[in-house]
């Protein structure tokens, strides 16, 4: 299982900072995904640090150890929403969520 | 612009049977793993079954095997998932996710907008 934060709030310009810990980590990547209300899923880091083409630079992601974390330094109203980190489980069969964190911006 | 349509949701009743099918357009369809991913109301992401490329390897999450058989025809670039004696727990959004990695390091991303599926009992 992957353990995150149920709520972060942030005012605008600050950085959030979002964790996941859990078993499945270092050995296998931690991934972070964007939800907006009432949409679909958006990628904005894979393989624990690598941001996709058109997430902005300020979305970053770390790994220490089995914590995985996701930073948006100087975080805007537009990044608000919920964010879910993602790994596959030992063996490969199967991949996990964390709960998700709701990032409040304001 | 890779696109995944979703369709085949619905309301339902409980114990019986819906198929929901995603048809893929602008990339290689059978080069890719395909997968669904459902979100309850209110919840989070829920991983439930994957498919490879050529549809001969499947994986399922616990709550959904022996119920879901996920399966794939490349020749019409269409995902389906059959799920069997639906229950109140199955209600959700249940999204068409392409698949990227390999096969125990693998993640998704494109996904569909969206199909809900409500069990009534």
């Known amino acids: 299982d992957l353990t995150q934060p149920p709520s972060v709030a942030v005012s605008p310009g600050q950085t959030a900072t979002i964790t996941c810990s859990g078993d499945p980590l270092p050995k296998n990547y931690a991934f972070w995904y964007q939800q907006k209300s009432g949409r679909a899923p958006v990628l904005v880091i894979y393989q624990d640090k690598k941001r996709p083409s058109g997430v902005p630079e300020r979305f970053s992601g770390s790994i220490s150890g089995a914590l995985a974390t996701l930073t948006i330094t100087g975080a805007q109203v537009d990044d608000e929403g919920d964010y879910y980190c993602?790994?596959?489980?030992?063996?490969?069969?199967?991949?996990?969520f964390g709960g998700g964190t709701r990032l409040t911006v304001l | 612009e890779v696109q995944l349509a979703e369709s085949g949701g619905g309301l339902i009743q409980r114990g019986e049977s819906m198929r929901l099918s995603c048809v893929a357009s602008?990339?290689?369809?059978?080069?890719?793993?395909m997968h669904w991913v459902r979100q309850a109301p209110g919840k989070g992401l829920v991983w439930v079954a994957r498919v490879n490329g050529d549809g001969t390897s499947t994986d399922y999450a616990d709550s959904v095997k022996g119920r879901f058989t996920i399966s794939r025809d490349n020749a019409k670039n269409t995902l389906h998932l059959q799920m069997n004696n639906l229950g109140a727990e199955d209600t959700a959004v249940y999204y068409c996710?392409?698949?990227?990695?390999?096969?125990?390091?693998?993640?998704?991303?494109?996904w569909g907008q969206g199909a809900p599926v409500t069990v009534s009992s």
């Open positions: 996710v392409r698949g990227r990695g390999s096969y125990s390091l693998f993640y998704f991303d494109y």
């Open positions: 993602f790994s596959t489980a030992d063996g490969g069969g199967w991949g996990v």
């Open positions: 602008d990339f290689s369809f059978s080069a890719f793993w």
